[in-house]
T-cell receptor, first 112, second 113 residues
């Protein structure tokens, strides 16, 4: 299973763009990259998922280089409500058991 | 849809007692996951099921923990006997199929005194 490494914490200010990078050097061919957001006292919530290049939805963008050994979650113009823990997951999307293991996550703190 | 439903939301028990946590996945989802979250260890995958069959329980800490999924709409995680170090938030999550996103319940906050 691919292990992920993320920064423990990041600080930002309202209105700024935040980029959180995740390393997953031993990602497998079948693995997708998925990001989740967790607020205190809640379960994690799906943000975005991708396999390669770039994916964009209404809340974030996900950039994945050609070698897929890392990925970057980009949050445009963050607000105070984006303060949360962000998890990068690399999951077996094929027949290997689809075990999904969360890493330590990145605590993002957004200030005024 | 009501989402993934977990009960109880909070459980306080004494060491040695049996604890049963319950989960109702989203209808139509065929994978179910049990996670445990603590400050020290983060989010740990305990066990997951596909089509009601346990696929990997290597994350279950020890024999005191057991999980069942008797049908597609219900799963239990049981701890017997419970110990103070089992205190944590236990999350259940489900997804419709392999490769799709997880939907998490609100969790059960377990305190073992």
């Amino acid at each position: 299973l691919a292990k992920t490494t993320q920064p423990i914490s990041m600080d930002s200010y309202e209105g700024q763009e935040v980029n959180i990078t995740c390393s997953h050097n031993n990602i497998a061919t079948n693995d997708y990259i998925t990001w989740y957001q967790q607020f205190p006292s809640q379960g994690p919530r799906f943000i975005i998922q991708g396999y390669k290049t770039k994916v964009t939805n209404e809340v974030a963008s996900l950039f994945i280089p050609a070698d897929r050994k890392s990925s970057t979650l980009s949050l445009p113009r963050v607000s105070l409500s984006d303060t949360a823990v962000y998890y990068c997951l690399v999951g077996d999307n094929g027949g290997g058991g689809n075990k999904l293991t969360f890493g330590t996550g990145t605590q993002l703190k957004v200030e005024l | 849809d009501a989402g993934v439903i977990q009960s109880p939301r909070h459980e306080v028990t004494e060491m040695g007692q049996e604890v049963t946590l319950r989960c109702k996945p989203i209808s139509g989802h065929n994978s179910l996951f049990w996670y445990r979250q603590t400050m020290m260890r983060g989010l740990e995958l305990l066990i997951y099921f596909n089509n009601n069959v346990p696929i990997d329980d290597s994350g279950m800490p020890e024999d005191r923990f057991s999980a069942k999924m008797p049908n597609a709409s219900f799963s239990t995680l049981k701890i017997q006997p419970s110990e103070p170090r089992d205190s944590a938030v236990y999350f259940c999550a489900s997804r419709i199929r392999i490769g799709e996103k997880l939907f998490f319940g609100s969790g059960t906050q377990l305190s073992v005194l």
